[in-house]
Every structure is written in structure tokens, then in C-alpha cells.
């Protein structure tokens, strides 16, 4: 990590920062603070902001398990974020996906133009209209925002914890030994 953790407790000195940790808490309950909490708790609005979205993309869409973790753990992998792969690659096996089609990409289609599309918008920005109907052709409207929502959140997400190196997983991949 390139900064100290804040402490865990988090120490606070006004009545807003303690409901902002308590906030923070009770969306990570029962689990503790996270070592990225404990970074983003250098500024607690930016904490509070970050829990708060976050919060409703993991956990208020409409998305299904596995597309969802499969969408976030395909932006890990593009990033280099070893540290988000670790929490979220098990919860995309728990969500129903293979711990072989994790490993060797065998999906299903669904799940196939959900990698892709996340894969294009991770490395490219813009994607390409055929991967987009792809996707259409599976996902309503919702849906197809909620998947934007989630690959483009957490783009976020992993270039926070790589540039900071919060978990100190940088270097540790499938490609650490290159």
C-alpha cells in the first residue's frame, strides 16, 4: 500500500464522519472494514460517496449473480486488479459460474457477451456494435444499464486500488512471474 491504512477503528472528529463509518460498517456487516475502506476513510465524503454507489451496484440491480460478478471479476482481470479478482472471482463461482469456465472461459452465451462486453469497454472505452447487440439480445434495458453501470463502476474500483496498491496484491497474478 502507498499510504498507511487509517486505523481500524477509525478515529472521527465530528458527528458526520462517525455516521459515515457506521454507514460504511453496516453495508460490510457481518465482515469488517476492508482494507479499501480503510483507504477510502482518509476523506469520508469520498468514502461515504464510493459506499453509497457501490452499495447499489453489488447490491440493488436487477442482475443476476453471475452476470454481475462475472462482469467485475472480466475488470479485474483487464486491470490487473488481483486484489478485486480475490473477492470477487469465489463470489462468481458462488453466483454460478464455473470454477473451470472461470479458469478457461467455457460460458454460456449470456455469459459470454457479458465478458465480452465488459472486456471492450475495459480496454477500448467504446464498443463495437455488434458486441452491443449481442448483449441486447439477451438483457432487457435495465438490465443492459445496470451491466454498463457495473463494468464502468468498477473500472473505478480497480484503478483505485492498483495506482494505491490497497491489499498489496499488485504483481501477484497469473502474469507476476513475466
Avoid at 116 to 131: G, L
Wanted: hydrophobic residues 40%; negative net charge; glycine residues 6%.
Amino acid at each position: 500500500m502507498r499510504l498507511p491504512y487509517v486505523p481500524d477503528p477509525p478515529p472521527t472528529s465530528t458527528p458526520q464522519d462517525a455516521a459515515i463509518v457506521q454507514r460504511i460498517r453496516d453495508r460490510r456487516s457481518p465482515r469488517p472494514l476492508q482494507a479499501l475502506d480503510l483507504t477510502l476513510l482518509h476523506s469520508p465524503p469520498v468514502a461515504d460517496g464510493w459506499n453509497s454507489f457501490l452499495g447499489a451496484i453489488r447490491t440493488r440491480t436487477s442482475l443476476a449473480d453471475d452476470v454481475r460478478e462475472l462482469a467485475i471479476s472480466r475488470v479485474a482481470v483487464c486491470n490487473k486488479a488481483w486484489y478485486e479478482w480475490a473477492h470477487h472471482a469465489p463470489l462468481a463461482v458462488q453466483g454460478g459460474v464455473s470454477e473451470e469456465a472461470m479458469e478457461v472461459g467455457l460460458l454460456s452465451e449470456r455469459q459470454w457477451a457479458v465478458l465480452v462486453y465488459a472486456d471492450e469497454m475495459t480496454r477500448n472505452v467504446q464498443v463495437k456494435d455488434e458486441t452491443f447487440a449481442a448483449l441486447k439480445g439477451f438483457f432487457s434495458d435495465q438490465e443492459v444499464v445496470e451491466i454498463t453501470a457495473t463494468v464502468a463502476a468498477y473500472n473505478c474500483v480497480s484503478r483505485f486500488l492498483v495506482a494505491l496498491d490497497v491489499g498489496e496484491k499488485n504483481g501477484t497474478g497469473p502474469d507476476a512471474a513475466h
